[in-house]
């Protein structure tokens, strides 16, 4: 299981991180990607991190303000967000899966989501 955590409310320009703790099993071989789905629409990729932690990819638009990284003695992978947006509302959800020949993420497992908030 995956299960993200540390979502709240925030005021634009904060920070905030997730953390996507993984139980019974581990995910240490696998991709581990984060993905975001805002009131009304679909769900949309954010950002991606390869076995090591030495890959790293992101989405156009939290480029430079969003970092992933992962623990994988800990089993958790974290979603630093900062410079947050009102338009960075939604419900964000981690996943563990790999990455298609075409470079498409291709997920799994899905985790439950945790809700981030941003006022302006």
């Known amino acids: 299981q995956l299960q993200a955590c540390g979502g709240g409310l925030v005021q634009a320009w904060g920070s905030l991180r997730l953390p996507c703790a993984a139980s019974?099993?581990?995910?240490?071989?696998?991709?581990m990607g984060w993905f975001r789905q805002a009131p009304g629409k679909e769900r949309e990729f954010v950002s991606r991190i390869n076995w090591s932690g030495g890959s790293t990819y992101y989405a156009d638009f939290v480029k430079g303000r969003f970092t992933i990284s992962r623990d994988n003695a800990k089993n958790t992978v974290y979603l630093q967000m900062n410079s947050l947006k009102p338009e960075d509302t939604a419900v964000y959800s981690c996943?563990?899966?790999?990455?298609?020949?075409?470079?498409?993420?291709?997920?799994?497992?899905w985790g439950q989501g945790t809700l981030v908030t941003v006022s302006s």
């Open positions: 019974g099993r581990t995910f240490s071989s696998y991709v």
């Open positions: 996943a563990a899966g790999r990455v298609s020949p075409s470079g498409s993420y291709l997920s799994d497992y």
